[in-house]
């Protein structure tokens, strides 16, 4: 589900749980999620009266909320007043005929409390991670899946990968005469002789600065040079999407969404397919 508020997730917690409580926030915002975590709002909170703040922001700031559940949440008289607070906004929410799962239970304890209910499904610290809980709750906010290996990378990475594997590939595994020119670090043209034919496929990091890599490949010598591949790979909140024009029997300008090592070991199985093909010519 996608929202306008605030915050995508808010937390509930005993503050003496803090430390796990700590390590799934800092997953949550390696995820790229919004997350109210009141040790990170001190600006925000400093002269508020919480009795009235943490209820209006868990209530119209926040999209979901995550309760960690423990004994010591149990018993807090402080943390009673969230959960009472946390148990109203899904009343409101029902009321509104909007969605009823926005409160979800962390089990740090499997504590019984007023109001949670022991069929409702929600996370278990013991059997997941903390990378676990935050790809699960990417998905079920952003509708669809985190690509985690994505999110430390830089498109110069990308070239450097897809560069490797198709000179590795060439070097090992195909038996064409090729010759690469490197016009800079970042701008290849790898000439592939197959028979009769010169093809070339050419890499290109064009604008560094946004992160965009064009793939190409054609004919060299033939005014009825066919382009085989005419691409663009670009990186947007961490994942890499790949727009294909010729690439397959699909429409012109389909998106795809890649991990770096799917990207380049479809363009080397699409490169080997093409020098097969071309070979026997």
């Not at 990475?157 to 595994?173: A, M």
Request: aromatic share 14%; net charge negative.
């Amino acid at each position: 589900m996608s929202s306008s508020k605030s915050y995508d997730i808010g937390i509930s917690y005993a503050y003496e749980d803090a430390d796990i409580v700590k390590k799934i926030v800092d997953a949550l915002e390696k995820a790229g999620l919004k997350v109210f975590f009141d040790q990170n709002e001190a600006a925000k909170l400093i002269g508020k009266n919480l009795t009235y703040t943490l209820p209006e922001i868990y209530s119209k700031q926040c999209a979901y909320c995550l309760m960690f559940v423990s004994h010591f949440y149990a018993e807090k008289r402080w943390t009673n007043y969230e959960r009472d607070w946390l148990f109203q906004k899904r009343i409101d929410s029902q009321k509104d005929n909007v969605y009823t799962d926005c409160i979800i239970p962390v089990f740090i304890e499997h504590t019984e409390m007023p109001g949670l209910n022991a069929g409702i499904v929600g996370f278990d610290v013991h059997k997941q991670s903390p990378d676990e809980i935050a790809s699960i709750m990417y998905e079920k906010i952003k509708g669809k899946k985190l690509i985690s290996p994505q999110n430390n990378f830089v498109m110069s990475d990308v070239f450097q990968n897809i560069y490797t594997k198709i000179n590795s590939f060439l070097e090992n595994q195909s038996d064409c005469t090729y010759k690469i020119e490197k016009y800079s670090e970042y701008d290849v043209t790898i000439n592939l002789h197959l028979n009769c034919h010169n093809f070339f496929m050419h890499l290109v990091l064009t604008e560094p600065s946004k992160n965009l890599l064009k793939i190409s490949q054609g004919e060299t010598f033939s005014r009825q040079a066919k382009e085989i591949w005419d691409a663009e790979a670009y990186l947007k909140d961490g994942q890499l999407y790949f727009i294909n024009y010729n690439f397959s029997l699909e429409l012109p300008g389909t998106l795809h969404t890649y991990t770096v090592d799917e990207l380049s070991n479809l363009i080397v199985e699409r490169l080997f397919n093409y020098i097969k093909e071309y070979s026997y010519v």
